[in-house]
């Protein structure tokens, strides 16, 4: 009962390259968040997926970050043109049900962790 | 404006003895409180939760905590803790209709023998 699974697990990139975070959810969950994990900082909600659909993009910054969920395969972060700023641990999580905390809460993976040089 | 605060950035007790983890929260609506375990280089275990009803929750590992509206808090406790229990402890709050989670910024526990 594979849980929620991200890759790569470490990711180096330098300055200006782009950066691709992938997240396979849990078996039968359609709903996925992306969060950011700054260095001594609590997680911050980025982005909220359903298959084909952004639902909420509010904590997405308006440049360089995009996600998506396609109808097949994993949802994908990207990041073009890093900086440094962008280092941080990238966590993905997934629920089975629409955005509802009380009956669906929501299970992580073990994240990324994007080192930009 | 939504938040939540965790007051200690890094606890240490001794194995053995009790523990209490503190989080404040500041929610317009009615809270859904959660506590969330990440050991290092994983991701996030839900340890427990707080939606209604009994304002005492129990939750896994021998974890509880207890919600109270007039301080606006949700502490996390266990009697006895284990050396195995050191880990970063993450308060959230949850309730909006999209089940985003504000994240308190951590508490840090490290077990002495």
């Known amino acids: 009962n594979a849980g929620v699974m991200q890759n790569p697990r470490h990711l180096v990139r330098r300055r200006g390259q782009e950066a691709r975070l992938r997240c396979s959810p849990m078996?039968?969950?359609?709903?996925v968040y992306w969060y950011r994990q700054l260095p001594e900082e609590g997680l911050k909600f980025m982005v909220y997926l359903q298959k084909e659909n952004i639902i909420d993009e509010s904590g997405m910054p308006k440049e360089r970050f995009s996600a998506e969920f396609p109808k097949e395969g994993p949802s994908i972060l990207r990041i073009q043109q890093v900086v440094r700023g962008d280092s941080a641990a990238y966590f993905c999580a997934s629920s089975p049900r629409a955005g509802d905390s009380v009956n669906s809460p929501l299970h992580f993976g073990n994240g990324t962790r994007l080192t930009v040089t | 404006a939504q938040s939540v605060t965790q007051p200690d950035i890094h606890i240490t007790v001794s194995e053995g003895a009790s523990l209490e983890l503190r989080c404040n929260y500041s929610?317009?609506?009615?809270?859904?409180l959660f506590w969330y375990v990440q050991s290092p280089g994983q991701g996030l275990q839900l340890l427990l939760k707080?939606?209604?009803?009994?304002?005492l929750v129990q939750g896994i590992k021998g974890f509880e905590a207890e919600f109270k509206r007039s301080q606006s808090s949700f502490n996390l406790r266990k009697p006895s803790v284990h050396w195995s229990d050191a880990a970063e402890y993450f308060c959230?709050?949850?309730?909006?209709?999209?089940?985003?989670?504000?994240f308190g910024k951590g508490t840090k526990l490290s077990v002495k023998p």
């Open positions: 929610y317009g609506a009615t809270p859904y």
């Open positions: 078996k039968g969950h359609s709903h």
């Open positions: 707080y939606f209604s009803g009994d304002t």
């Open positions: 959230a709050v949850g309730g909006g209709s999209q089940g985003n989670l504000i």
